[in-house]
């Protein structure tokens, strides 16, 4: 399998504050990583430089053979390639579900406006929401906005999608729709890195899970391995607390 993001001594620090330490880890082409870790171990600024919304101190972000971080190399351009969703969603509430789903791709992409509604109906349908394609984000539940964030998402045909605690903000009973999805992408063979605290989850669709404590990443491996029997004291303990 060819390696889509490597991750190469990456490190950000805020002010003094170091939050990711010499981060070293892969994710190849069609494989579904997940990231595990307490809150505050830096998970989420990892993804955001992955998307260069935070610019990372030191390291490399090879993504296809190239390293993005080079001041030649197109930023808008290589973020064209990712798809992120939010805890928050981050819907445009002036906009209806298919204006949330076109804009990107008319506007980044330069597709045609019946391009775009095509394949955003597609992936709307994909995620079950293309009923709902003239409702606002206020008319719609949480579980709902998540699904179209992710519909979102994939009409720009990214090569890889990040997600970042998609199911935090949910109220429970709606946790399991946007689970459902995700697992169907998953098994879809889409190139996916998840940041989560659905353990059961992780076990069941992860390739490889990443446990990650105060900026480092401490172990990785298959989700029987690190989620059910950890090398490392640190993920044990953090295993017992999340359980
Ligand atoms: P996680 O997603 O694992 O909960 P974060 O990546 O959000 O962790 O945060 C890791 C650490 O970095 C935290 O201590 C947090 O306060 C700090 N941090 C995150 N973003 C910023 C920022 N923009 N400025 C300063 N500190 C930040
Ligand atoms: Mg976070």
């Known amino acids: 399998m060819s390696i889509v993001i490597d991750i190469r001594h990456l490190n950000k620090r805020f002010g003094n504050h170091e939050v990711l330490k010499d981060v070293n880890f892969q994710v190849k082409k069609g494989e579904v990583v997940t990231l595990i870790g307490s809150s505050g171990s830096g998970k989420s600024t990892l993804l955001r430089c992955i998307n260069l919304l935070e610019i990372p101190t030191a390291g490399e972000i090879i993504f296809n053979g190239q390293n993005i971080l080079d001041e030649k190399h197109d930023r808008k351009q290589y973020r064209t390639h990712l798809g992120m969703v939010f805890q928050q969603f981050n819907l445009f509430n002036n906009l209806d579900v298919l204006g949330n789903c076109t804009i990107g791709q008319i506007k980044v992409?330069?597709?045609?406006?019946?391009?775009?509604?095509?394949?955003?109906?597609?992936?709307?349908?994909?995620?079950?929401?293309?009923?709902?394609?003239?409702?606002?984000?206020?008319?719609?539940?949480?579980?709902?906005?998540?699904?179209?964030?992710?519909?979102?998402?994939?009409?720009?045909?990214?090569?890889?999608?990040?997600?970042?605690e998609p199911t935090s903000a949910l109220d429970p009973e709606m946790v399991g729709e946007v689970l459902k999805v995700m697992r169907d992408l998953a098994n879809a063979g889409n190139t996916m890195l998840i940041v989560t605290h659905e353990m059961e989850f992780a076990r069941e669709v992860s390739d490889r899970v990443v446990f990650m404590d105060k900026g480092v990443i401490v172990e990785e491996g298959p989700p029987e391995q690190v989620l059910v029997n950890p090398k490392h004291e640190r993920t044990r303990e953090f295993l017992r607390r999340t359980l």
């Open 109 to 164: 992409l330069k597709r045609s406006k019946e391009e775009a509604i095509k394949n955003a109906m597609k992936y709307l349908t994909v995620v079950g929401m293309d009923k709902f394609k003239h409702a606002r984000p206020r008319q719609l539940s949480g579980g709902q906005k998540q699904r179209v964030a992710i519909a979102r998402a994939l009409a720009m045909d990214p090569e890889v999608m990040l997600f970042d």
